[in-house]
């Protein structure tokens, strides 16, 4: 049998993070060559993941400097790809979400004629500035690809409301997958400043904030609330792993350096994060990714967005807009602080992103699609 060989293309942290449980179930299945190309859009934020998850990349465009624009990412990853591409010859390429990688992936396999298979496709907030550029970004790529791995109902939905063109399946998103391997209870951590963290008798807020949207005024007013919160309640530890941006940490260090309870660390890897989050009170975010994962583990999370392309785990409850308004994100925050029946209402599991098969699904329907399977893989039931 000739195995189909699928290049899966990555090169940030949050794509790197939801592809490897995906790469593992590929390279174990004897139906598919699995090859990586990582872009290196991230550098350290992305080996950490490849080490944990113990992933080797056949190609490395270590496409990153300092201060990249998109412009200078899309196109160094769009050069990289065309050589990559061509010397691969892959059958597929798989690319994620809705960063300037996928987006320069899925059009450097379409200029080679080899198809894309989209995973984590069909999310929208039908701003076209917001997230900025990931709308676009995953608007154009729901063009290019051939195969659409949709997480949720709504996902599938808009893609079919848009009229995309080749097949679309409902498989989970596959940060749910990779959350069985990394959240343990007895999880020791490597960081010392969270080792000493008394998770018992402090309330632990998980805050990140690093979208290019939020950039200027809006998280000077978040991190000023957050400010406002670490003086307000004595008993409150706020442990915020920076983003290594440099635009990220200057306001980082402006608004909250020295600030007393604020725990101000560099990123921390995946399996830290995890277990953080899993032992927080909330977590406080603009990351996509921890919108998925915090309900999950049965954790509130306030959104320091004006929208969510995730409305999911706000329709359950657990998650809830907050905006980016100084006086809105205190008064989000001082709820949940003070009034134990609203953070009760907020702190229940709930999975309607996943149920930890979404990888296999997605190998299911790549061999289907290549005439390697005969039945079309059943799709994702939350409820189920
Ligand atoms: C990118 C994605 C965003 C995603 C985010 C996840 C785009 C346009 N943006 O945004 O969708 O949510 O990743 O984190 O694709 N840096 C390092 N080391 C690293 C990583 C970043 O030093 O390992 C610094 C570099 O100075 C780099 C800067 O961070 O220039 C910004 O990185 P970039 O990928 O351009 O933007 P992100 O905000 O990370
Ligand atoms: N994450 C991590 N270390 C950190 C912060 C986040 O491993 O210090 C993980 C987090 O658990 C999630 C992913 O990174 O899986 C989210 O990435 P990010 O917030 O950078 O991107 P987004 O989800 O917004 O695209």
Redesign the pocket.
């Known amino acids: 049998m000739k195995k189909i060989k699928v290049m899966s293309v990555f090169g940030?942290?949050?794509e790197a993070?939801k592809m490897a449980p995906l790469v593992q179930t590929l390279a174990q299945r004897p139906e598919f060559e699995s090859i990586c190309c990582l872009t290196g859009q991230h550098r350290e934020?992305l080996d950490s993941v490849m080490q944990i998850f113990r992933l080797t990349a056949q190609y490395d465009l270590n496409i990153m400097q300092k201060q990249q624009t998109l412009s200078s990412i899309t196109t160094r990853a769009l050069l990289g790809m065309e050589q990559a591409l061509q010397e691969a010859q892959p059958d597929l390429v798989l690319v994620h979400?809705d960063t300037s990688t996928t987006f320069a992936g899925a059009l450097a396999a379409f200029y080679q004629k080899v198809p894309v298979g989209h995973v984590e496709a069909g999310l929208r907030t039908y701003d076209r500035y917001s997230p900025f550029p990931e709308e676009m970004n995953r608007t154009l790529v729901s063009d290019i690809a051939a195969l659409h791995f949709a997480p949720t109902s709504a996902n599938v939905d808009n893609l079919r409301r848009e009229s995309v063109q080749g097949e679309i399946f409902r498989t989970g998103n596959t940060?749910i997958d990779a959350m069985r391997t990394t959240v343990r209870p007895d999880y020791r951590f490597a960081t010392a400043e969270l080792n000493e963290l008394d998770f018992k008798s402090r309330r632990v807020i998980v805050l990140?904030c690093?979208?290019r949207e939020n950039y200027g005024q809006p998280m000077h007013d978040i991190l000023r609330a957050v400010r406002d919160v670490a003086e307000r309640y004595e008993d409150v530890e706020i442990v915020y792993?920076v983003?290594l941006s440099p635009a990220v940490r200057a306001c980082a260090q402006e608004e909250l350096g020295g600030v007393p309870h604020v725990h101000l660390i560099d990123?921390?890897?995946?399996e830290?994060?995890?277990n953080l989050?899993a032992r927080c009170c909330f977590v406080m975010?603009?990351?996509?990714?921890?919108q998925e994962?915090a309900p999950a583990l049965g954790k509130p999370v306030l959104v320091l967005r004006r929208e969510t392309e995730r409305p999911e785990a706000v329709a359950a409850g657990t998650v809830r807009l907050a905006g980016v308004a100084h006086d809105d994100v205190l008064r989000e925050v001082c709820t949940l602080l003070d009034d134990p029946a609203a953070y009760h209402r907020m702190a229940h599991a709930v999975n309607p992103y996943g149920d930890g098969h979404a990888c296999e699904r997605i190998a299911d329907a790549i061999a289907w699609h290549f005439g390697l399977r005969a039945e079309r893989p059943a799709d994702f039931d939350p409820a189920g």
């Open positions: 940030t942290r949050p993070i934020m979400g940060v990140t690093h979208r792993p983003h990123p921390v890897d995946v830290e994060m995890h989050m975010t603009d990351s996509g990714g921890l994962e």
